[in-house]
């Protein structure tokens, strides 16, 4: 193999419960798909209202949770992945298995498809502003699953979304990508706003750390010598 040919960083995966159903396909580098994508989930690849398709990107989220669909594909735009996801969960109950189980789903997919951490950046920080909102995002990918999230939002909803959910997927797919994540929410009156540049920072600060450093391929960014354990 090449020097100029790296290695594809993506993953996908059905994950089955009693409570949710999900098809997830994932490239943090965008393009293509891995060929053991789900077929149920390219099939349902379409122009729904949190799709888009792009020469280097291709994005499709249907949860069945507007808002929640809203946010998984700014978060994919801007952080430069491919991402297609699919979920059939339990929403006559209420929206909390089905948030969770996607954000769950999503961080696993992202830890599978990074791989080492051995040649990137490491870390990642971003602001962005939506308007008036302006959030924080500082990334670590440490393989110590931590996060601290503090959005300050104040309606009970946006949309079918509770926003008590909002952080909580937050800390989900830092739990399950296994990476520390700090993301505050700095100022903003709409808590659609305040949300929205929240994950919009988050993606960009992930983007940055997980940069590939060139010169560093095969060193670990720990005086450490490993972050594996």
Not at 40 to 66: F, P, Y
Request: net charge negative.
């Amino acid at each position: 193999m090449g020097s100029e040919k790296t290695n594809q960083r993506w993953a996908a995966f059905a994950r089955d419960t009693n409570e949710t159903k999900i098809q997830l396909a994932l490239n943090l580098d965008g393009g293509d798909f891995p060929p053991d994508t789900d077929s149920r989930l390219l099939s349902s690849i379409s122009d729904g209202h949190a799709s888009q398709s792009s020469k280097s990107q291709t994005i499709s989220v249907n949860t069945g949770i507007g808002f929640l669909d809203h946010m998984l594909h700014a978060l994919a735009k801007h952080a430069g992945w491919s991402l297609a996801l699919a979920c059939k969960g339990d929403l006559h109950i209420d929206d909390h298995h089905t948030a969770e189980d996607c954000c769950i789903a999503l961080g696993y997919a992202f830890a599978t498809a990074l791989g080492s951490a051995s040649g990137l950046a490491r870390f990642g920080s971003a602001y962005a502003p939506l308007d008036e909102a302006l959030s924080r995002a500082v990334v670590d990918l440490s393989n110590r699953p931590f996060s601290v999230v503090e959005l300050g939002l104040k309606r009970e909803k946006i949309g079918d979304l509770s926003c008590e959910m909002i952080p909580h997927c937050l800390q989900s797919f830092a739990q399950s990508a296994r990476v520390t994540l700090h993301v505050d929410c700095l100022r903003g009156q709409n808590d659609h706003h305040r949300a929205e540049s929240a994950f919009k920072a988050l993606a960009v600060a992930i983007r940055q750390a997980t940069t590939r450093i060139p010169g560093k391929e095969g060193e670990v960014p720990s005086t450490k010598g490993t972050l594996s354990v």
